[in-house]
């Protein structure tokens, strides 16, 4: 049974499915349509254009088809599609598309925490997991199973591969490839997402050739064309081929490994770290800095 508050706003050609709940203060608009077994919490707003499928949680505050945040933006806008099993918790703002004919494009089985923030005709796959204040900018293609720290901000275009992993408060430019982690601190890669891989029914075969993929990719200085040459060559099967059709569509670069850092020793000399007026000098200590 569809409950819908009193206190609620739903415009009568809203299509409204069976067993949805639609709490005080919601604000539904004409050509919507929300599938059964969703709830809207309070205070949610669902723009017109806007599709959702079934088994949908809107939290507190969620805005769903917005006006697109760009300078040059005029109506007639596009739609946001909604997929199955999606939570989206509070104040998230997911906003539609630039162009009429355009489409945000959202799958199944995703998770936004508050304050998470999808751009006019991102893509987002299936199963991914996006931690508070997550910014996507407009046009961000999301696959799979990837999951996204808190505060991280991805620009426009950039795309984010299947089980990629990206550390909290990132800075994400370029491309990052499936399977991938990025260290929060320098928005740069540090390696697979062994963890994600494993979770993920990968077998030992298919990490070692993930590995030996990684290290054409980022450890033997290679030439562009000739890393591509090498995964032809070599990884025409498997996860890794899902890596080499992801290196052959990038347009924007993908995303570099970080260097590594080399920790700088200081001596400290005896009496340096003593108090003012001892008479016994302090130990000979050895520092790591950076």
């Avoid at 946001?80 to 939570?87: A, L, S």
């Avoid at 990837?146 to 950039?158: D, F, L, T, V």
Wanted: glycine share 12%; proline share 3%.
């Amino acid at each position: 049974m569809t409950t819908v508050s009193p206190f609620a706003c739903v415009h009568p050609d809203a299509q409204i499915g069976t067993n949805v709940e639609i709490a005080p203060f919601c604000l539904i608009e004409a050509d919507v349509s929300i599938g059964n077994n969703s709830k809207c919490a309070s205070h949610v707003v669902i723009k017109s254009g806007v599709r959702i499928g079934e088994n949908n949680y809107f939290g507190e505050g969620t805005v769903v088809g917005g006006a697109p945040q760009h300078v040059s933006a005029l109506p007639p806008f596009g739609q946001v599609k909604i997929g199955d099993g999606n939570v989206f918790r509070e104040h998230v703002t997911i906003h539609c598309s630039l162009k009429e004919a355009g489409m945000t494009l959202i799958g199944d089985e995703n998770y936004f925490m508050a304050g998470a923030h999808v751009g006019h005709d991102c893509t987002i796959g299936n199963n991914n997991i996006f931690v508070n204040d997550v910014l996507l900018g407009g046009h961000v293609i999301i696959y799979h199973r990837a999951m996204i720290g808190g505060g991280s901000a991805i620009h426009q275009n950039c795309r984010i591969g299947s089980l990629a992993m990206i550390g909290g408060q990132a800075r994400v430019v370029q491309d990052v490839p499936p399977f991938m982690t990025v260290d929060g601190l320098t928005g740069k890669i540090v390696g697979l997402n062994l963890i994600g891989l494993r979770r993920n029914g990968r077998t030992s075969e298919e990490m070692k050739m993930l590995k030996n993929a990684y290290f054409t990719l980022y450890r033997n200085n290679l030439a562009w064309k000739e890393i591509l040459q090498a995964f032809q060559d070599n990884y025409s099967t498997g996860p890794a081929a899902e890596l080499m059709q992801f290196l052959l569509s990038t347009k924007r670069g993908i995303v570099r490994e970080r260097a590594a850092g080399r920790a700088q020793l200081r001596i400290v000399e005896s009496g340096e770290n003593s108090n003012a007026g001892e008479t016994d000098a302090a130990p000979i200590m050895i520092r790591a800095i950076g």
